[in-house]
Nanobody, 124 residues
Framework: QVQLVESGGGTVQAGETLRLSCAAPGANNYAMAWFRQAPGKEREFVATISWGGGSTSYADSVKGRFTISRDKVKNTVSLQMNSLKPEDTAVYYC???????????????????WGQGTQVTVSS
């Protein structure tokens, strides 16, 4: 069973960068994604990557600032976050879509394995 563990969150100032990592042993054949949830708001899509890594998709709010990638040797999925804004403050979750060899999806219900989340706080 795939178990996901996020790391790399923290507190930064606006304009700075953070890199989140998700340890995903056994998930090399699965599409993966990052979602986030701010206090009082619903969980929202951030970015997704296909099982092969050749296809990615981003929410409009992060396009051009965030980059999702995966390393199949290290069994990790990363989210490079540049030019962070206060509105990026949220708990960030890694998710796996455990249907092999599929592309990613922006829909929460397409994923059935979730990590515990890592807090990202961006101060102005």
């Amino acid at each position: 069973q795939v178990q996901l563990v996020e790391s790399g969150g923290g507190t930064v100032q606006a304009g700075e960068t953070l890199r989140l990592s998700c340890a995903a042993p056994g998930a090399n054949n699965y599409a993966m994604a990052w979602f986030r949830q701010a206090p009082g708001k619903e969980r929202e899509f951030v970015a997704t990557i296909s099982w092969g890594g050749g296809s990615t998709s981003y929410a409009d709010s992060v396009k051009g600032r965030f980059t999702i990638s995966r390393d199949k040797v290290k069994n990790t999925v990363s989210l490079q976050m540049n030019s962070l804004k206060p509105e990026d403050t949220a708990v960030y979750y890694c998710a796996a879509r455990t249907a092999p060899y599929t592309s990613g999806s922006p829909l929460t219900y397409a994923y059935n394995r979730w990590g515990q989340g890592t807090q990202v706080t961006v101060s102005s």
